[in-house]
């Protein structure tokens, strides 16, 4: 079974900078795609940015620019470093592993809470 543990979340002023990391129990290496999505209560879960192997990297528009995801194949982590944060940032970020494959598969973390305050 494989485990994602996010942390770095919590409260920042707007214009700040966080950085949230997701540990994984496997080695990632294996995996075709990570990413990070986020949900505010009563909408919908949504992307914010994904590391494939052989592709590179895709983000949300909202984010681009500001947000940077990375990935430690050695720590088997992936990072989120978040710059010039907003209120509209404000939501539960969740870690997520994606391997194609017949069905797909999808592994969720439990997932952190960002605050960014006006």
């Known amino acids: 079974q494989v485990q994602l543990v996010e942390s770095g979340g919590g409260l920042v002023q707007a214009g700040g900078s966080l950085r949230l990391s997701c540990a994984t129990s496997?080695?990632?290496?294996?995996?075709?795609?990570m990413g990070w999505y986020r949900q505010v209560p009563g909408k919908q879960r949504e992307l914010v940015a994904t590391?494939?192997?052989?592709?590179?990297?895709n983000y949300a528009d909202s984010v681009k620019g500001r947000f940077t995801i990375s990935r430690d194949n050695a720590k088997n982590t992936v990072y989120l470093q978040m710059n010039s944060l907003e209120p509209e940032d404000t939501a539960i970020y969740y870690c997520?592993?994606?391997?194609?494959?017949?069905?797909?598969?999808?592994?969720w973390g439990k997932g952190i809470l960002v605050t960014v305050s006006s």
């Open positions: 590391i494939s192997r052989g592709v590179g990297t």
């Open positions: 496997i080695n990632i290496f294996t995996i075709n795609r």
């Open positions: 997520n592993a994606h391997n194609w494959g017949y069905p797909d598969t999808d592994y």
